[in-house]
């Protein structure tokens, strides 16, 4: 798997250091996942935070605060090191492995299919993914084979993470682990490639403004 | 495995205290890790605004987890003061802004493994640290103020930029140019 589509470095800075909120963390933790030029960029990112926090000036600790630390720790197990986890496959057989990053099963749980799945249109389907942020709506969405993402405009940035399948734009094609990261005031229309058509994680930070008119009657409705 | 009990901790780098923490347990190397890297958790927390004794609780919070996750921490993938930074920015993430942090399982089946070593594994970690200091100090002052806003006052881009008065695109692209010097200090040029 080859990773041709990365998130701006804006985001992969903004990961590392926390000041990014929950829902477009969610794609950046998801890509992460598949792609090793980001993870490596990610830890150098975080190696700031590392040294800025090594060079804070000291605010004194209460006098019992060591005491009261120890007095914590006492009983307190260590952790061994993480080992792999079985994959899904070996504990049911008859499961496929899930095709979401773990990033994503904490929120949503493993299994696409039974998520109950909101009509947009005939052959595109969303499910909203609960957080605390307000700046930003993460939810995944699901495009039957050869039809097209609603048009629409920008008026924020949006994220796009492929999960499963693909799909093209005027421009390039997005397979798995590819984030297609489009800036404010672009026109694109998205179609699901053939196959199995596309799972993806669409993160954004304003309401879409379709073109087309019966999902800007729904807008309201499905809370798009 | 036999630790250098005989040294005394005080002159034990921040990464030999971890691991002595994680291999045998020795509070005596988490009690001068806390002296020296308490006060400046305690300072991070305080920098986003929490309270004097909120910021003590949660670096107290912090150091319990840096204690129970002891053996999770690698030398080569990290060094102890970037990975107790992680540990404090994931806790000041839950506790003052009362989001979640989503996270990278190293162990997910998905996961999509480095095929090369990469310039960063090539390099000392300690090492890595002293580089990214150096390559900061040497920042202009516009860079530098918007990269200490967003990693230690947790400030947003959007909020760097009004808090500045600096258009968005402008605070971006200092991050960018920043993260580019910082990259190529470490030798990382893609």
């Known amino acids: 798997m080859t990773i041709l589509h990365h998130p701006g470095d804006d985001l992969v800075l903004g990961y590392a250091a926390g000041s990014l909120a929950e829902s477009w963390s969610i794609a950046i933790a998801a890509h992460l996942t598949y792609c090793p030029i980001c993870r490596l960029k990610v830890e150098a990112a975080e190696n700031v935070g590392g040294s800025l926090l090594g060079g804070l000036d000291a605010e ?22 993480e080992k792999p986890r079985a994959s899904i ?19 949503i749980g493993n299994d696409v299919d039974a998520l109950p799945w909101q009509r947009l249109k005939n052959d595109v389907f969303q499910y909203l993914i609960e957080t605390n942020d307000y700046e930003a709506k993460a939810r995944i969405l699901r495009i039957k084979a050869g039809r097209p993402v609603p048009s629409h405009g920008h008026r924020g940035r949006e994220l796009t993470l492929v999960l499963s399948g693909s799909f093209e734009d005027e421009l390039s094609k997005f397979s798995t682990g590819d984030l297609q990261d489009v800036a404010e005031e672009t026109v694109h229309k998205p179609v699901a490639a053939s196959g199995d058509g596309c799972i993806c994680l669409a993160v954004k930070d304003a309401p879409l403004q379709f073109k087309e008119l019966i999902p800007r009657i729904l807008q309201p409705v499905l809370n798009i | 495995m036999a630790p250098a009990q ?31 890297l308490g006060p400046r958790v305690k ?15 949660i670096t107290q919070e912090t150091f319990v987890s840096v204690w129970r996750k002891a053996r999770q921490f690698d030398q080569r993938k990290s060094s102890a003061v970037t ?11 839950d506790r003052l802004r009362k989001e979640r942090r989503p996270a990278l399982d190293p162990y997910d089946p998905l996961l999509v493994p480095n095929k090369i070593p990469t310039p960063l594994e090539e390099l000392e970690q300690s090492s890595i640290v002293k580089n990214v200091t150096a390559s900061i100090e040497k920042l202009p002052v516009d860079q530098r103020d918007v990269v200490h806003l967003s990693f230690i006052e947790g400030l947003s881009h959007q ?32």
């Open chain 2, 43 to 57: 300072a991070y927390m305080m920098k986003v605004g929490a309270s004097p004794d909120v910021a003590e609780e």
């Open chain 2, 6 to 36: 005989e040294v005394s901790p005080d002159t034990r780098s921040d990464n030999d205290l971890l691991l002595s923490i994680a291999v045998t347990q020795c509070r005596e190397a988490f009690s001068t890790l806390f002296q020296r």
């Open chain 1, 89 to 107: 496959k070996e504990s049911s057989p008859s499961k496929q492995l899930s095709i979401l990053p773990s990033a994503l099963q904490s929120y």
């Open chain 2, 83 to 93: 990975w107790i930074f992680t540990i404090a920015r994931n806790r000041r993430i």
């Open chain 2, 159 to 190: 909020e760097i930029s009004d808090r500045l008065k600096t258009p968005l695109g402008t605070i971006k692209s200092r991050l960018r140019l920043s993260f580019e010097k910082l990259r190529l200090s470490l030798g990382d040029s893609q």
């Open chain 1, 60 to 81: 004194a600790m209460a006098p019992s605060a060591l005491d009261l630390l120890l007095t914590q720790i006492k009983g307190v197990e260590q952790n061994e090191p």
